[in-house]
């Protein structure tokens, strides 16, 4: 079937209208009507070859929420009506060692990105800027009911990119974490840490989302504009969530760490990060990486935020605002994902 869609034609070019082809449904497949897709910075990263060359055009979109229309004959999952959700990967091998622990998005053989990839059949893969999308069941998640679609979709992306280090580096109560950044990942972060117990404090680069921190459940919030920051908060925290897509000094944040303290970045600047070893050596510090989550785990994620009451803060934009989009999100005027109505796509 041919859907609209929204497509970067070439790298650093402006989205544009399109149409693509979607694959019949398989055995295993579901066929989604796309109801919300969110803009992931990764996105951007893509669409203007900042992560090297890309097989364009691409139709971005990893945070999908829609509607199930159709399954395959073996699909016992899902079913016509359901809310589903798609992330960041459609496929994995199912046999590796990773795969069968859970970490399917650390696949031996790959996994494939749900969109800019390549797919098990050769094609490449199209994201969710479209009207409907057709993904084996095994990679879909329920979305519950009690959250709103718009503000759950940013969850399959930046809900589960924070909330898996989160919880692999075990953030609860008597933990001090600390938020570089307070944009789509950071408030994400900030909302799911504060509600596992911890101890919340946000680091940004000044003062001027203070409120909004302090709103979202930060305990603190400290500028790193300002140099006595540092000093103040030497061996301060437990746990480092660095969100920002932006080259850092890696030693001073390190500094930050108690001892066994850990910082995990999550975001993906395209500059590589240098540090001094030094500090890593004072205080048995760790500096460390972690990329979105399993699928046992992102559906782990969702159930948690349903419990709990968390979603993004969101604007949602029509399809043909997407361009004026991605220049907001690169001035850091978005407070704090931008999501897509794809019923505007017509």
Not at 88 to 106: A, L, P
Not at 119 to 139: E, K, L, W
Not at 296 to 309: I, P
């Amino acid at each position: 079937m041919r859907v609209n869609a929204y497509a970067a034609p070439s790298a650093g070019q402006p989205l544009a209208p399109t149409t693509i082809e979607r694959r019949e449904v398989g055995a295993n497949d579901v066929l989604i009507a796309v109801d919300y897709a969110g803009i992931c910075h990764s996105d951007i990263h893509t669409v203007n070859g900042d992560w090297g060359p890309q097989p364009f055009p691409v139709v971005p979109g990893h945070e999908i929420v829609g509607t199930v229309t159709e399954v395959g004959s073996d699909v016992a999952r899902h079913a016509v009506g359901d809310r589903v959700g798609v992330g960041c990967m459609v496929k994995s091998c199912g046999t590796c060692d990773n795969c069968r622990n859970g970490d399917e998005q650390y696949c031996r053989d790959g996994m494939v990105g749900t969109y800019a990839a390549t797919d098990r059949d050769g094609t490449t893969t199209q994201g969710g800027y479209s009207t409907h999308v057709v993904v084996d069941a095994d990679y879909v998640l329920s979305v519950p009911e009690s959250l709103d679609a718009a503000a759950a979709a940013p969850l399959l992306c930046a809900g589960i990119t924070t909330y898996s280090p989160l919880k692999h580096w075990q953030a609860g109560p008597g933990k001090r974490v600390a938020v570089v950044g307070l944009g789509g990942l950071g408030h994400m972060a900030v909302k799911i840490a504060h509600a596992m117990g911890a101890e919340v404090t946000v680091l940004s680069q000044s003062l001027k989302k203070q409120e909004d921190g302090l709103r979202l459940g930060a305990d603190h919030y400290f500028a790193t504009s300002d140099p006595d920051t540092f000093e103040a908060l030497a061996s301060s925290f437990d746990l480092i969530i660095n969100t920002v897509s932006a080259k850092i000094d890696v030693s001073a944040y390190l500094g930050l760490l108690a001892v066994n303290g850990a910082m995990v970045n999550v975001g993906a600047p395209a500059e590589p990060l240098s540090l001094n070893v030094f500090s890593l050596l004072s205080n048995r510090r760790t500096f460390a990486g972690s990329m979105i989550g399993g699928i046992a785990e992102t559906q782990e994620m969702l159930d948690f935020c349903a419990e709990h009451g968390i979603v993004s803060e969101v604007e949602v934009i029509a399809a043909d605002q997407v361009n004026e989009a991605y220049e907001r999100v690169l001035a850091s005027d978005v407070r704090y994902r931008f999501v897509i109505d794809t019923s505007t796509l017509g």
